[in-house]
């Protein structure tokens, strides 16, 4: 009987591990280092699981950076209005995220703010991200 | 043609791309290949566990194979459809993915110890049908069965993550 309960536990925990992992957002990205930037896109990447958009960011010396952002996936940002055509190659985006933790020019987007004015969350929700 | 060369020739077909821009038909996939996964491996489990002695030790090995396995199979050729349409539409990630390779390494060791189990230890299982706890060649099968799907759906899992 010990032995059974043993093993269950042992398969169960097995199992287990992946589940215990479910941290996709804090895995990679960092919620306490912030980017806030301007940019124009310079390339889009409608996909699965992960939409990704570049944006090339000018700094006050006007050296240009190219910062890559990951989104929700299509349908998590369709059902928030944000469609493969609503981001477009040489439009200027306000971009509000998160860091990659290995300080690479890679970010989480959070809020983005479209010319018009209108702005969408486009990160992951519901993965441990910080809110809307 | 490169390995690598086919995969991006593959994910850029059209069906591999629609896959791949879906809104819908990625998350359908995948939650498919999910749910067959809990009824293929599910099922394989109370086999492998009736193999190893540890339930429903009164009943015999065959009576369970034969309620149970018909189960695995059919959740696994749904498994394994929904796996490819997958690998399809992002096959160069995929292919340069050490998880993906870990989980098709496992995938061929549970196929063999499956394959192995079905033409050898098989055989004489007229000898211990019955017997509350099979013989030890038929309690590793079912031992290593387990620690190998455990490994794919690790593997599996741990994959996703770097997408």
């Known amino acids: ?132 | 043609m490169s390995i690598l060369e086919i995969c991006q020739w593959l994910q850029d077909t059209e069906i591999g791309t629609a896959i791949r821009e879906s809104v819908w038909w990625f998350p359908i996939i995948e939650g498919t290949h999910v749910l067959a996964l809990a009824l293929s491996v599910g099922t394989l489990l109370v086999m492998d566990l009736r193999l190893t002695g540890l339930v429903m030790k009164d009943r015999r090995v065959s009576e369970i194979s034969k309620q149970i396995v018909p189960w695995s199979m059919a959740g696994f050729f749904v498994m394994f459809v929904t796996g490819s349409l997958l690998f399809w539409c992002q096959a160069v990630k995929a292919y340069g993915s050490l998880y993906f390779r870990i989980k098709v390494v496992a995938l061929l060791l549970a196929g063999l110890n499956a394959l192995f189990f079905e033409l050898r230890t098989r055989r004489g299982i007229s000898a211990w049908d019955s017997d509350p706890v099979p013989p030890l060649r038929a309690r590793l099968a079912g031992f290593a069965g387990m620690l190998l799907w455990a490994c794919v759906i690790a593997a599996g899992r741990t994959m996703a993550y770097n997408f």
């Open chain 1, 1 to 132: 009987m010990r032995v059974q309960l043993l093993t269950v536990l042992a398969v169960a925990g097995a199992l287990s591990i992946p589940a215990l992992a479910h941290h996709s957002f804090a895995a990679e990205f960092d919620q306490n280092d912030k980017v806030d930037v301007v940019g124009t896109v310079v390339k889009v990447e409608w996909q699965n699981p992960h939409a990704h958009f570049s944006l090339s960011v000018k700094d006050a010396a006007g050296k240009a950076t190219v910062w890559d952002f990951e989104t929700g996936s299509p349908n998590a940002l369709a059902r928030r209005g944000v469609t493969r055509n609503s981001i477009k190659e040489g439009e200027t985006l306000h971009v509000q995220g998160y860091r990659a933790k290995d300080h690479s020019f890679l970010a989480s987007a959070a809020t983005v703010t479209f010319p018009d004015g209108h702005s969408a969350f486009a990160g992951t929700a519901g993965d441990g991200g910080p809110g809307k």
